[in-house]
């Protein structure tokens, strides 16, 4: 008798997360695992951060292995869903019969083209894998003039790591930067910091678009301000990979659309940034690293327990590093209005701060995150 096979299509860290939750969970049944990626599951945060400083490899940011009972197909892209014959097709021709499916395939970078903003010949460089990482990082090693396009998250960590290997740097964005990710303080303080290091930072309503000639890129401000760079460097944040998913019939609108248990159906589960999860404002995807594991822990064990799986109650955790300030966040994001400084030192450059929408920041300061999380709550 055939035993029981579950198919998990993306090996990043949420399909691994869930390949092996499934091992530890006592599952014995025949597992596969396939994805696009060329090297096994790693930790994406490390990119932006020790990978682009060089003080991390490829394998210093490798995530354990998984038990060698779980087959691992890279390098294996996934053009197809079959719902009915439950198959998964393969770009190679092939398929896979499963008899429970994990949807893990996450996101990639968006480009400025998807938003219409690009224009000329300038080729658009993106940050988002292991590759692109070590990519930027050889071009580092010229201390060449970079701008940055979006003042996110990752935006600003990139200016970080890009000012501290010599580089000249500006970062262009619609908004000032992080004000709608963090709120006004966050969003300021490390603004401060940023300009302190000498990264230039300028924003307009009206947009941004690529402008100039593969030899000479740059980018321009909807007021006619333009800046050129060695590197311009678009991150406008991610899409979904979905695209495989057309024409199965599973809600995909914007993301894979899940329950609480993270069940797209009875036996079909999804994790990660390819994830729309349920929230007050509807569908929405969260594609933070905290979600992507919370999210894989509660879909390996809804695959075995069904109704039984408690739903997952998000738990929201972020963290930065950036012009050397740390910041660790436990509760709902942006933190509005001025918060109270429960802890400052003498310096002021650690803090613990609080805001009464039940979100605690810890600032330059170590802090286990379930004490965090219990002041967030205390808020």
């Known amino acids: 008798m055939t035993r029981e096979r579950v198919v998990v299509v993306g090996a990043s860290l949420a399909g691994i997360t869930v390949a092996g939750g499934l091992r530890s969970q006592g599952y014995d049944g025949r597992i596969s695992v396939v994805g696009e990626e060329s090297v096994g599951?790693?930790?994406?945060?490390?990119?932006?951060?020790?990978?682009?400083?060089?003080?991390?490899?490829?394998?210093?940011?490798?995530?354990?292995?998984?038990?060698?009972?779980?087959?691992?197909?890279?390098?294996?892209?996934?053009?197809?869903?079959?719902?009915?014959?439950?198959?998964?097709?393969?770009?190679?021709?092939?398929?896979?019969?499963?008899?429970?499916?994990?949807?893990?395939?996450?996101?990639?970078?968006?480009?400025?083209?998807?938003?219409?903003?690009?224009?000329?010949?300038?080729?658009?460089?993106?940050f988002r894998d292991l590759d692109d990482a070590l990519s930027l990082a050889r071009a580092l090693r010229t201390r060449p003039r970079v701008v940055i396009v979006g003042a996110g998250f990752l935006g600003m960590e990139l200016a970080s790591a890009c000012v501290a290997r010599g580089a000249?740097?500006?970062?262009?964005?619609?908004?000032?930067?992080?004000?709608?990710?963090?709120?006004?303080?966050?969003?300021?303080?490390?603004?401060?910091?940023?300009?302190?290091?000498?990264?230039?930072?300028?924003?307009?309503p009206g947009g941004v678009k690529l402008h100039g000639t593969p030899g000479s890129p740059a980018a321009e401000l909807a007021d006619g301000r333009r800046f050129e760079g060695d590197l311009v460097l678009s991150v406008v944040g991610c899409v979904p990979n979905i695209e495989w998913l057309r024409g199965s019939g599973l809600p995909v609108d914007g993301g894979v659309h899940v329950d609480e248990r993270c069940r797209v159906s009875a036996n079909v589960v999804a994790a990660g940034d390819v994830v729309a999860f349920p929230s007050a404002a509807g569908p929405r995807r969260t594609p933070w690293w905290n979600s992507a594991l919370e999210q894989a822990r509660t879909a390996a064990s809804s695959l075995l327990g069904g109704e039984r799986t408690p739903p997952l109650v998000p738990a929201p955790y972020f963290w930065t590093e950036q012009f050397g300030i740390t910041v660790r966040v436990c509760g709902g994001l942006p933190a509005r209005g001025a918060p109270t400084v429960v802890h400052a030192s003498d310096e002021g450059n650690q803090m613990l701060l609080t805001w009464p929408q039940g979100t605690a920041a810890a600032v330059n300061k170590r802090m286990p995150i379930t004490k965090l999380r219990a002041l967030a709550r205390a808020a």
């Open 41 to 126: 599951a790693y930790n994406r945060p490390a990119l932006s951060k020790g990978v682009l400083a060089g003080s991390d490899g490829p394998d210093d940011i490798a995530l354990p292995a998984l038990p060698g009972e779980i087959e691992q197909r890279l390098r294996t892209q996934a053009t197809g869903l079959d719902v009915e014959r439950r198959r998964v097709l393969l770009a190679d021709g092939d398929d896979l019969e499963y008899d429970k499916l994990v949807i893990a395939t996450g996101a990639r970078a968006r480009r400025m083209s998807d938003l219409g903003a690009a224009s000329g010949g300038v080729q658009e460089i993106t």
């Open 168 to 204: 000249a740097v500006t970062v262009l964005d619609q908004q000032p930067p992080l004000r709608r990710q963090l709120g006004p303080y966050l969003a300021d303080l490390l603004s401060a910091a940023a300009r302190r290091h000498g990264v230039g930072l300028v924003h307009h």
